[in-house]
């Protein structure tokens, strides 16, 4: 079936991530950054020369565009969808993307800063891919497989359905966003446009994995009101609210409860930022729980913890402030269990084991699922994500084609 197909993901893949589309978490405006509308840019361009007609972009910078449906059979129409923007963590100027042919289980320096060197002893996974062929970047940015992967691996697959087009399948709907990276991935995009019933991100890790599960995520404030005097007559009259603030933090448990002694199913409450002067100072949290229910009970937590130190400060206030993030994507899929079901049926015909996994993070999945459009996770083959050590294989990115192909043949014969 793709014996004869000459792939085009690696080739795409080269190219995009040359091109800079990082996101930025202090911009108020949509998309965040403008340069990631070079990218979209370049994707309707390409869209348009493999043939779907109707691909677009549109003010906000999203992509949209169909690929045909090639059966008489009413099959629901599903969406693929990845994200262009990289993550703000590293840099994303100038990436120089290297590929590593026929990689044989090394520790890979990298040229350009030669302390940055992927080893094997930190990415176990790296042991699989002996006779892959590798791309990472040259060591001064992160490489962007997080999630141009996703992207080249999404155009692969209208390029090889409008060039085959005796495979059957219902009518798919492609969907590029911005800002995934910042959180505000789905904060524009129009559903009703979209015209999709179910969907699937492509924005996993390794060859096989599928994820139908996140985070329930929060977001908490704590804003801190001292008592602010002139220093030098201060005695007795200032209540500092940055010393506070150094109080609440330092109570907060030291073996528990955060991302540093937490794995697999557990919980955190994590102190992600404190701003302010000694009149007025604020604590910003996330919380996160696989369990809806449980992100109060660490917020109740957090609350008393809050209080026992305010109590020796009785002449200062405090302001509790909690603010819905997204929730956890099983509680819808669990309602629809045909497109988690389906999924696994195509990775299985690629020939790769089903690795289910709970994302300990979010996805635009995450709040499609619960805007209407249920969709889990699908693996890309990209590592290393969000940091100078990101790498790929070419053939992960391959496989992942051929999963795509199939679970639009499953649609279509389950239909």
């Given amino acids: 079936m793709f014996s ?3 792939f085009t993901a690696s080739e795409r893949f080269l190219r995009y991530v040359q091109v800079d589309t990082q996101s930025d978490p202090h911009s108020s405006s949509y998309p965040t950054t403008e340069k990631q509308k070079d990218l979209s840019k370049i994707l309707v361009k390409e869209l348009l020369q493999i043939g779907l007609s109707d691909a677009h972009m549109d003010e906000w910078g999203y992509v949209y565009a169909t690929i045909p449906s090639t059966t008489d059979k009413n099959v629901p129409v599903i969406c693929f969808c990845a994200h262009v923007d990289t993550a703000p963590d590293c840099s994303g100027t100038n990436v120089k993307p290297i590929v590593h042919k026929n990689y044989q289980g090394q520790d890979i ?4 800063d030669t ?29 962007g497989s997080d999630d141009k992967a996703g992207v080249a691996e999404i155009m692969d697959l209208a390029n090889y359905l409008m060039t085959h087009k005796e495979v059957k399948h219902g009518e798919i709907k492609v969907l590029f966003t911005p800002d995934e990276e910042v959180g505000k991935g789905t904060a524009k995009v129009d559903l009703k446009k ?6 699937y991100t492509l924005d996993g890790g390794e060859a096989g994995s599928l994820e139908d599960e996140t985070f329930s995520a929060d977001g908490a404030s704590v804003v801190i009101n001292g008592v602010i005097s002139h220093p030098g007559y201060a005695k007795d009259k200032l209540v500092n609210a940055m010393k506070i603030a150094g109080e609440i933090l330092a109570g907060l448990p030291k073996d528990r409860l955060s991302p540093e002694t937490t794995s697999g199913k557990d919980g955190f409450i994590h102190p992600v930022g404190v701003s302010g002067i000694a009149e007025k100072c604020t604590i910003d949290f996330i919380i996160r729980d696989f369990v809806t229910a449980g992100l109060k009970i660490k917020e109740d937590f957090l609350r008393t913890q809050v209080e026992e130190t305010m109590r020796t400060y009785p002449r200062a206030t405090f302001e509790f402030i909690v603010r819905e993030q997204y929730r956890n994507m099983k509680e819808v899929l669990d309602l629809h269990p045909q497109v988690v079901d389906n999924a696994r049926t195509a990775i299985e015909r690629t020939g790769l084991k089903v690795v289910m996994e709970s994302i300990r993070g979010g996805t635009d999945g995450s709040k499609l699922s619960f805007m209407g459009l249920p969709c889990p996770n699908l693996f890309t083959g990209m590592q290393g994500i969000h940091s100078k050590h990101e790498h790929v294989s070419i053939q992960d990115m391959h496989k992942a084609v051929e999963m795509l192909v199939h679970l639009a043949m499953v649609w279509e014969e389950r239909s």
């Fill in 194 to 199: 979209l015209g999709a019933r179910f969907g």
């Fill in 4 to 6: 004869n197909y000459q």
């Fill in 115 to 143: 302390a940055q060197v992927i080893r094997t002893s930190e990415y176990p996974y790296l042991k699989s891919l002996v006779g892959h062929d590798v791309i990472t970047a040259s060591g001064t940015t992160l490489l």
């Fill in 109 to 112: 320096v990298l040229p350009d």
